[in-house]
């Protein structure tokens, strides 16, 4: 089985300008999810999709991050503009579950990561 | 209070020895927890889950948890060197899960 894939794998960019990272989860995964993980820190959720539709994404800097899930396969997370405090890698992750109606019991599988520099 | 606490380590143990690991939550309606390990520069993979109250056992690794007192703990049997790693702890409601900023764990030859 295919794992979740990620690209790019490394990104350095300016600050003020504009990047996007795609992800193609494990085939038949309904949950995905964006992550970023500053060094030394856990994975802070930015937005989780089931299937094409968000279902938390409280924590997405609304102003310069957006996300896509068309037709519920392949996603793509943008940041624009782009700051120095995005530095992190960007985590793709996802996951059978369907939420209370699964019993929540399914665990996230994650693509290898984008890492990010802002300069 | 955070809502997944973990103490951040490190965490250095002799090779062959017990590590333990352990997370509290808040969340008093939280139903499932899992254990990732993620080695520096790589991402996270599942070690283990846990549900229900009690002692779950996978080889080396045995993952407790005590829903009473909102804990949830890994021990590492017979450490290696290359269980150096960032242990994170995983706790999920419905469909939330967050996630702990991990202990770091250093298994000395």
């Known amino acids: 089985e295919a794992g979740v894939a990620q690209s790019p794998r490394y990104k350095i960019i300016e600050k003020r300008q504009s990047v996007a990272f795609w992800c193609n989860p494990i085939?038949?995964?309904?949950?995905l999810y964006w992550y970023q993980q500053i060094l030394g820190q856990g994975p802070k959720l930015l937005i989780q999709f089931q299937n094409n539709g968000v279902v938390d994404d409280s924590q997405l800097p609304k102003d310069r991050f957006s996300a896509e899930r068309l037709k519920g396969v392949d996603s793509t997370l943008k940041i624009q503009p782009a700051k120095l405090e995005d530095s992190a890698v960007y985590l793709c992750?996802?996951?059978?579950?369907?939420?209370?109606?699964?019993?929540?019991?399914?665990?996230?599988?994650f693509g290898p990561g984008t890492r990010l520099t802002v300069t | 209070q955070k809502e997944v606490e973990q103490n951040s380590g490190p965490l250095s143990v002799p090779e062959g020895a017990i590590a333990s690991l352990n997370c509290t939550y808040s969340d008093r309606g939280s139903q499932s927890f899992f254990w990732y390990r993620q080695y520096s520069g790589k991402s996270p993979e599942l070690i283990m889950f846990i549900y229900s109250n009690g002692d779950k056992e996978d080889g080396r690794f045995t993952a407790q948890l005590n829903k009473a007192s909102q804990y949830v703990s890994l021990l590492i049997r017979d450490s290696q060197p290359s269980d150096s790693a960032t242990y994170l702890c995983a706790v999920k409601r419905g469909f939330k899960t967050i996630f702990g900023a991990g202990t770091r764990l250093f298994v000395k030859a």
């Open positions: 085939s038949g995964h309904a949950t």
């Open positions: 992750a996802s996951s059978l579950d369907l939420g209370a109606s699964s019993g929540g019991r399914h665990e996230q599988y």
